[in-house]
Protein backbone atom coordinates (compact mmCIF):
# COMPACT_ATOMS: atom_id res chain seq x y z
CA UNK A 1 0.00 0.00 0.00
CA UNK A 2 1.30 3.38 -1.00
CA UNK A 3 0.89 6.16 1.66
CA UNK A 4 0.35 9.59 0.28
CA UNK A 5 2.90 11.77 2.11
CA UNK A 6 1.77 14.58 0.61
CA UNK A 7 -1.62 14.75 2.26
CA UNK A 8 -0.18 13.30 5.43
CA UNK A 9 1.76 16.68 5.84
CA UNK A 10 -0.99 18.42 4.84
CA UNK A 11 -3.41 16.98 7.69
CA UNK A 12 -0.54 17.89 9.84
CA UNK A 13 -0.12 21.30 8.97
CA UNK A 14 -4.10 21.96 9.12
CA UNK A 15 -4.14 20.24 12.87
CA UNK A 16 -1.05 22.77 13.90
CA UNK A 17 -2.94 25.75 12.67
CA UNK A 18 -6.21 24.37 13.99
CA UNK A 19 -4.34 24.30 17.71
CA UNK A 20 -2.59 27.46 17.35
CA UNK A 21 -5.99 29.41 16.39
CA UNK A 22 -7.68 27.71 19.47
CA UNK A 23 -4.83 28.17 22.10
CA UNK A 24 -4.93 31.80 20.21
CA UNK A 25 -8.57 32.13 20.57
CA UNK A 26 -7.98 31.47 24.36
CA UNK A 27 -6.35 34.43 24.82
CA UNK A 28 -8.90 36.95 24.06
CA UNK A 29 -11.06 38.18 25.94
CA UNK A 30 -14.82 39.12 25.12
CA UNK A 31 -17.14 41.31 26.89
CA UNK A 32 -20.73 40.78 25.37
CA UNK A 33 -23.40 43.72 27.16
CA UNK A 34 -26.98 44.21 27.23
CA UNK A 35 -27.70 47.77 28.56
CA UNK A 36 -31.49 48.88 29.49
CA UNK A 37 -31.06 52.02 26.85
CA UNK A 38 -31.43 52.49 23.42
CA UNK A 39 -29.30 55.59 23.40
CA UNK A 40 -26.01 55.47 21.27
CA UNK A 41 -24.11 56.08 24.89
CA UNK A 42 -20.59 55.56 24.80
CA UNK A 43 -18.67 53.38 27.38
CA UNK A 44 -15.04 52.47 28.68
CA UNK A 45 -13.03 49.66 29.64
CA UNK A 46 -9.12 50.32 31.16
CA UNK A 47 -7.43 46.91 32.04
CA UNK A 48 -3.80 46.02 31.69
CA UNK A 49 -2.50 43.98 29.58
CA UNK A 50 0.48 41.03 29.39
CA UNK A 51 3.19 43.67 29.50
CA UNK A 52 1.43 45.37 32.05
CA UNK A 53 0.82 48.59 29.64
CA UNK A 54 -2.65 50.34 30.55
CA UNK A 55 -4.90 49.75 27.91
CA UNK A 56 -8.01 51.78 27.69
CA UNK A 57 -11.09 51.22 24.59
CA UNK A 58 -14.46 52.72 24.55
CA UNK A 59 -17.50 51.73 22.56
CA UNK A 60 -20.87 52.62 21.37
CA UNK A 61 -23.97 50.97 23.01
CA UNK A 62 -26.38 50.28 19.95
CA UNK A 63 -29.97 48.90 19.89
CA UNK A 64 -28.94 48.20 23.71
CA UNK A 65 -25.94 45.98 23.44
CA UNK A 66 -22.11 46.56 23.34
CA UNK A 67 -18.90 44.40 23.13
CA UNK A 68 -15.21 44.73 23.95
CA UNK A 69 -12.41 42.49 22.93
CA UNK A 70 -9.11 42.05 23.82
CA UNK A 71 -5.63 40.27 24.37
CA UNK A 72 -5.28 38.52 28.02
CA UNK A 73 -3.51 35.78 29.17
CA UNK A 74 -4.85 35.85 32.64
CA UNK A 75 -7.84 36.89 34.67
CA UNK A 76 -7.23 40.67 35.14
CA UNK A 77 -8.21 43.33 37.40
CA UNK A 78 -10.63 45.90 34.93
CA UNK A 79 -12.90 48.83 34.82
CA UNK A 80 -16.18 49.43 33.21
CA UNK A 81 -17.70 53.06 33.13
CA UNK A 82 -19.98 55.69 31.37
CA UNK A 83 -16.68 58.49 31.60
CA UNK A 84 -13.22 58.31 30.49
CA UNK A 85 -11.91 59.25 33.12
CA UNK A 86 -13.18 56.36 35.44
CA UNK A 87 -14.24 58.63 38.83
CA UNK A 88 -15.13 56.13 41.28
CA UNK A 89 -18.56 57.88 42.42
CA UNK A 90 -20.08 54.34 43.26
CA UNK A 91 -22.50 54.71 40.30
CA UNK A 92 -20.86 55.90 36.99
CA UNK A 93 -17.81 53.15 36.83
CA UNK A 94 -17.61 49.38 38.39
CA UNK A 95 -14.68 47.29 38.99
CA UNK A 96 -14.99 43.93 37.88
CA UNK A 97 -12.47 40.69 36.55
CA UNK A 98 -12.10 40.18 33.11
CA UNK A 99 -10.76 36.47 31.98
CA UNK A 100 -9.89 35.02 28.18
CA UNK A 101 -12.72 33.73 27.58
CA UNK A 102 -16.39 35.22 26.92
CA UNK A 103 -18.13 37.27 29.88
CA UNK A 104 -21.48 38.43 29.31
CA UNK A 105 -23.07 41.65 31.19
CA UNK A 106 -25.93 43.45 31.90
CA UNK A 107 -25.99 46.77 33.14
CA UNK A 108 -27.88 49.51 34.45
CA UNK A 109 -26.24 52.59 32.34
CA UNK A 110 -27.13 55.09 35.15
CA UNK A 111 -25.61 52.96 37.58
CA UNK A 112 -23.14 50.29 36.59
CA UNK A 113 -22.85 49.25 40.32
CA UNK A 114 -26.07 46.83 39.51
CA UNK A 115 -24.11 44.92 37.21
CA UNK A 116 -24.27 41.13 36.68
CA UNK A 117 -21.54 39.62 35.10
CA UNK A 118 -21.46 36.00 33.85
CA UNK A 119 -18.59 33.38 32.50
CA UNK A 120 -15.65 34.73 34.91
CA UNK A 121 -14.65 32.30 37.54
CA UNK A 122 -12.53 35.31 39.12
CA UNK A 123 -15.17 37.62 38.78
CA UNK A 124 -16.98 35.48 40.98
CA UNK A 125 -14.25 34.84 43.69
CA UNK A 126 -14.27 39.05 43.72
CA UNK A 127 -17.65 38.91 44.57
CA UNK A 128 -17.29 36.39 47.35
CA UNK A 129 -14.74 38.74 48.66
CA UNK A 130 -16.64 41.65 48.13
CA UNK A 131 -19.74 39.62 50.29
CA UNK A 132 -16.97 39.24 52.88
CA UNK A 133 -16.65 42.47 53.67
CA UNK A 134 -20.05 43.93 53.20
CA UNK A 135 -20.01 44.51 56.88
CA UNK A 136 -17.03 46.45 57.09
CA UNK A 137 -18.27 48.56 53.89
CA UNK A 138 -21.15 49.25 55.85
CA UNK A 139 -19.46 50.42 58.70
CA UNK A 140 -16.84 52.74 56.53
CA UNK A 141 -19.89 54.17 55.13
CA UNK A 142 -21.50 55.05 58.03
CA UNK A 143 -18.57 56.34 59.52
CA UNK A 144 -17.70 58.35 56.68
CA UNK A 145 -20.96 60.07 56.53
CA UNK A 146 -21.07 60.73 60.22
CA UNK A 147 -17.52 62.29 59.67
CA UNK A 148 -18.94 64.76 56.71
CA UNK A 149 -21.81 65.96 59.01
CA UNK A 150 -19.75 66.88 62.15
CA UNK A 151 -16.86 68.58 59.87
CA UNK A 152 -19.78 70.50 58.23
CA UNK A 153 -20.57 71.60 61.77
CA UNK A 154 -17.64 72.58 62.74
CA UNK A 155 -17.29 74.92 59.56
CA UNK A 156 -20.87 76.71 60.15
CA UNK A 157 -19.40 76.86 64.23
CA UNK A 158 -18.54 80.05 65.27
CA UNK A 159 -17.70 79.37 69.07
CA UNK A 160 -14.08 78.13 70.00
CA UNK A 161 -14.97 75.63 72.57
CA UNK A 162 -17.71 74.12 70.39
CA UNK A 163 -15.27 73.56 67.65
CA UNK A 164 -12.67 71.94 70.32
CA UNK A 165 -15.13 69.38 71.20
CA UNK A 166 -16.62 68.62 67.39
CA UNK A 167 -12.89 68.16 66.53
CA UNK A 168 -12.25 65.88 69.52
CA UNK A 169 -15.00 63.85 68.35
CA UNK A 170 -13.82 63.82 64.44
CA UNK A 171 -10.91 62.74 65.79
CA UNK A 172 -13.13 59.47 67.46
CA UNK A 173 -14.48 58.91 64.33
CA UNK A 174 -11.04 58.85 62.50
CA UNK A 175 -9.74 56.23 64.98
CA UNK A 176 -12.83 54.21 64.49
CA UNK A 177 -12.22 54.54 60.62
CA UNK A 178 -8.44 53.58 60.81
CA UNK A 179 -9.70 50.42 62.83
CA UNK A 180 -12.19 49.28 60.14
CA UNK A 181 -9.60 49.34 57.98
CA UNK A 182 -7.64 46.74 59.30
CA UNK A 183 -10.85 44.58 60.04
CA UNK A 184 -11.03 45.41 56.13
CA UNK A 185 -7.31 44.03 55.85
CA UNK A 186 -8.17 40.87 57.73
CA UNK A 187 -10.92 39.72 55.49
CA UNK A 188 -8.89 40.00 52.97
CA UNK A 189 -6.41 38.11 54.60
CA UNK A 190 -9.19 35.63 54.92
CA UNK A 191 -10.04 35.98 51.71
CA UNK A 192 -6.80 34.89 50.48
CA UNK A 193 -6.80 31.81 52.75
CA UNK A 194 -9.54 30.18 51.89
CA UNK A 195 -8.78 30.96 48.00
CA UNK A 196 -4.78 30.72 47.78
CA UNK A 197 -5.80 29.82 43.63
CA UNK A 198 -7.48 33.36 42.95
CA UNK A 199 -6.11 35.92 40.79
CA UNK A 200 -7.88 38.26 43.12
CA UNK A 201 -5.19 37.28 45.73
CA UNK A 202 -2.07 38.56 43.93
CA UNK A 203 -4.11 42.12 43.68
CA UNK A 204 -4.74 42.08 47.32
CA UNK A 205 -1.98 41.64 48.36
CA UNK A 206 0.37 44.29 46.24
CA UNK A 207 -2.21 46.72 46.92
CA UNK A 208 -1.83 46.33 50.54
CA UNK A 209 1.97 46.34 49.86
CA UNK A 210 1.97 49.41 48.33
CA UNK A 211 -0.58 50.74 51.37
CA UNK A 212 -0.25 52.85 54.59
CA UNK A 213 -0.25 49.56 56.71
CA UNK A 214 2.38 48.08 54.69
CA UNK A 215 5.13 47.83 57.14
CA UNK A 216 2.50 47.17 59.74
CA UNK A 217 1.55 43.75 57.74
CA UNK A 218 4.86 42.79 55.81
CA UNK A 219 5.62 39.56 57.68
CA UNK A 220 1.77 38.34 56.56
CA UNK A 221 1.62 39.58 53.45
CA UNK A 222 5.17 38.03 52.89
CA UNK A 223 3.62 34.62 54.76
CA UNK A 224 0.85 34.79 52.43
CA UNK A 225 2.69 34.86 48.99
CA UNK A 226 4.23 31.86 50.43
CA UNK A 227 0.98 29.81 50.59
CA UNK A 228 0.07 30.96 46.97
CA UNK A 229 -0.41 28.30 44.66
CA UNK A 230 2.58 27.80 42.39
CA UNK A 231 0.24 28.80 39.07
CA UNK A 232 -0.26 32.02 40.72
CA UNK A 233 3.13 32.70 41.89
CA UNK A 234 4.03 32.01 38.28
CA UNK A 235 1.53 34.57 36.71
CA UNK A 236 1.95 37.98 35.78
CA UNK A 237 1.37 39.71 38.76
CA UNK A 238 2.50 36.75 41.18
CA UNK A 239 5.95 37.78 39.14
CA UNK A 240 5.56 41.54 39.93
CA UNK A 241 4.28 41.01 43.54
CA UNK A 242 7.55 38.54 44.39
CA UNK A 243 9.65 41.65 42.97
CA UNK A 244 7.99 44.18 45.05
CA UNK A 245 7.91 41.99 47.94
CA UNK A 246 12.10 41.56 47.49
CA UNK A 247 12.06 46.11 47.24
CA UNK A 248 10.20 46.51 49.96
CA UNK A 249 11.81 44.13 52.51
CA UNK A 250 15.44 45.81 51.41
CA UNK A 251 13.67 49.07 52.46
CA UNK A 252 11.82 48.09 55.14
CA UNK A 253 12.44 49.27 59.13
CA UNK A 254 16.01 47.91 60.24
CA UNK A 255 17.74 48.03 56.54
CA UNK A 256 20.60 49.75 55.39
CA UNK A 257 19.38 52.14 52.89
CA UNK A 258 21.25 52.15 49.60
CA UNK A 259 24.23 54.85 48.31
CA UNK A 260 23.27 57.55 46.05
CA UNK A 261 25.62 61.15 44.40
CA UNK A 262 22.72 63.36 44.59
CA UNK A 263 22.85 66.98 42.99
CA UNK A 264 20.56 69.29 45.30
CA UNK A 265 18.27 72.52 44.26
CA UNK A 266 21.56 74.19 44.32
CA UNK A 267 23.19 71.90 41.25
CA UNK A 268 25.77 71.07 44.75
CA UNK A 269 26.87 67.07 44.28
CA UNK A 270 26.81 64.83 47.78
CA UNK A 271 26.47 61.30 49.17
CA UNK A 272 23.01 60.54 50.74
CA UNK A 273 25.50 58.23 53.04
CA UNK A 274 27.20 61.77 53.69
CA UNK A 275 24.14 63.45 55.17
CA UNK A 276 23.18 59.99 57.55
CA UNK A 277 27.34 60.22 59.13
CA UNK A 278 26.45 61.39 62.34
CA UNK A 279 23.11 62.52 61.81
CA UNK A 280 19.26 61.58 62.05
CA UNK A 281 17.85 62.12 58.43
CA UNK A 282 14.26 62.02 57.07
CA UNK A 283 13.84 61.48 53.69
CA UNK A 284 9.93 62.92 52.59
CA UNK A 285 8.88 62.27 49.00
CA UNK A 286 6.44 65.08 47.90
CA UNK A 287 5.49 67.02 44.96
CA UNK A 288 4.12 70.45 45.02
CA UNK A 289 0.76 69.50 43.83
CA UNK A 290 0.42 66.56 46.52
CA UNK A 291 -2.09 68.79 48.91
CA UNK A 292 -1.50 66.38 51.96
CA UNK A 293 2.16 66.44 51.47
CA UNK A 294 2.24 69.98 51.95
CA UNK A 295 -0.05 70.02 54.87
CA UNK A 296 2.74 68.16 56.30
CA UNK A 297 5.15 70.72 56.10
CA UNK A 298 4.17 73.34 59.35
CA UNK A 299 5.37 70.48 61.73
CA UNK A 300 7.85 69.38 59.32
CA UNK A 301 9.50 73.16 59.59
CA UNK A 302 8.66 73.09 63.61
CA UNK A 303 10.99 69.48 64.11
CA UNK A 304 13.24 71.24 61.77
CA UNK A 305 14.27 74.12 63.85
CA UNK A 306 13.85 72.26 66.95
CA UNK A 307 16.46 69.79 66.52
CA UNK A 308 18.94 70.58 63.48
CA UNK A 309 21.52 71.96 65.51
CA UNK A 310 21.10 68.63 67.46
CA UNK A 311 21.81 66.94 64.40
CA UNK A 312 18.44 66.35 62.51
CA UNK A 313 18.35 66.91 58.92
CA UNK A 314 15.26 66.52 56.25
CA UNK A 315 15.68 66.09 52.70
CA UNK A 316 12.99 66.86 50.48
CA UNK A 317 12.94 64.33 47.27
CA UNK A 318 9.94 65.91 44.63
CA UNK A 319 8.42 64.14 42.23
CA UNK A 320 7.66 67.52 40.39
CA UNK A 321 7.86 67.95 36.66
CA UNK A 322 7.72 71.31 36.17
CA UNK A 323 10.78 72.79 38.07
CA UNK A 324 9.33 76.11 38.61
CA UNK A 325 6.06 74.85 40.41
CA UNK A 326 8.79 72.99 42.65
CA UNK A 327 10.89 76.10 43.61
CA UNK A 328 7.54 78.26 44.08
CA UNK A 329 6.05 75.83 46.43
CA UNK A 330 9.50 75.58 48.50
CA UNK A 331 9.56 79.42 48.88
CA UNK A 332 5.94 79.54 49.61
CA UNK A 333 6.23 76.63 52.55
CA UNK A 334 9.47 78.55 53.52
CA UNK A 335 10.67 74.67 53.85
CA UNK A 336 14.55 75.59 54.82
CA UNK A 337 15.99 72.15 54.37
CA UNK A 338 17.46 70.56 51.14
CA UNK A 339 15.32 69.75 48.36
CA UNK A 340 15.92 67.39 45.46
CA UNK A 341 13.99 67.21 42.37
CA UNK A 342 13.75 63.76 41.51
CA UNK A 343 13.73 63.70 37.51
CA UNK A 344 17.64 65.35 37.86
CA UNK A 345 18.80 62.35 39.93
CA UNK A 346 19.09 58.65 39.28
CA UNK A 347 15.92 57.42 38.24
CA UNK A 348 15.78 54.37 40.56
CA UNK A 349 15.95 56.27 43.45
CA UNK A 350 12.20 55.74 44.04
CA UNK A 351 11.77 52.19 42.81
CA UNK A 352 14.70 51.77 45.40
CA UNK A 353 12.86 53.02 48.47
CA UNK A 354 9.86 51.21 47.14
CA UNK A 355 7.93 55.15 46.47
CA UNK A 356 4.61 54.01 44.75
CA UNK A 357 2.84 57.01 46.09
CA UNK A 358 3.46 60.15 47.96
CA UNK A 359 3.76 61.52 50.88
CA UNK A 360 6.22 59.15 52.21
CA UNK A 361 8.74 59.56 54.82
CA UNK A 362 11.83 57.34 55.74
CA UNK A 363 13.93 57.97 59.13
CA UNK A 364 17.53 57.30 58.86
CA UNK A 365 19.71 56.65 61.93
CA UNK A 366 23.50 57.55 61.88
CA UNK A 367 24.31 54.62 60.96
CA UNK A 368 21.88 54.62 57.57
CA UNK A 369 19.32 51.99 59.12
CA UNK A 370 16.22 52.73 58.47
CA UNK A 371 14.34 53.71 61.88
CA UNK A 372 10.88 54.30 60.47
CA UNK A 373 8.64 54.58 57.29
CA UNK A 374 5.75 56.42 56.95
CA UNK A 375 3.02 56.33 53.93
CA UNK A 376 0.22 59.30 53.43
CA UNK A 377 -0.46 62.49 55.82
CA UNK A 378 -2.60 62.84 58.51
CA UNK A 379 -2.78 63.40 61.97
CA UNK A 380 -1.74 60.05 63.22
CA UNK A 381 1.41 59.64 61.13
CA UNK A 382 2.53 63.26 62.40
CA UNK A 383 2.03 62.52 65.90
CA UNK A 384 4.06 58.84 65.47
CA UNK A 385 6.44 60.86 63.61
CA UNK A 386 6.71 64.07 66.19
CA UNK A 387 7.07 61.43 69.03
CA UNK A 388 9.64 59.16 67.51
CA UNK A 389 12.16 62.06 66.74
CA UNK A 390 11.26 64.25 70.15
CA UNK A 391 12.62 60.79 71.70
CA UNK A 392 15.66 60.22 70.02
CA UNK A 393 16.86 63.84 71.17
CA UNK A 394 15.56 63.31 74.78
CA UNK A 395 18.02 60.43 75.04
CA UNK A 396 20.86 62.30 73.10
Not at 67 to 87: A, V, W
Not at 324 to 353: C, Y
Amino acid sequence: MAFNYSYIILMLLIANYTTAQKSSDNLFFELNGVVNTSSSNKLFISYFDDQNNEIIDSTIVANGSFKFRGLIKEPRESYLSTNNIFRMDGYSTIKFYLSPNIIKVKIDFNNLSNSEFKGSETQREFLELKKMKSRVFFKQDSLFALRVSFVGLINKTQNVDDQKILKEKVGIIDDAVDSSIDEEIIKEFEFIKEYPYSYVCTDLLLSRLKGRKSSKYFSQIQDLYNSLSSKLKNSMRGILLKEKLVLFSENNVGKKIKDYTIIDINKSQFKLSELTNGKYVLLDFWASWCGPCRADTPYLKKLHQKYNNKGFEIVGLSKDQDRNSWIDAIKKDQADWRHILLKDNDNTIEESFFITSIPVKILIDPDGFIIGRWRGGGKDNEDDIVNKITRIFANN
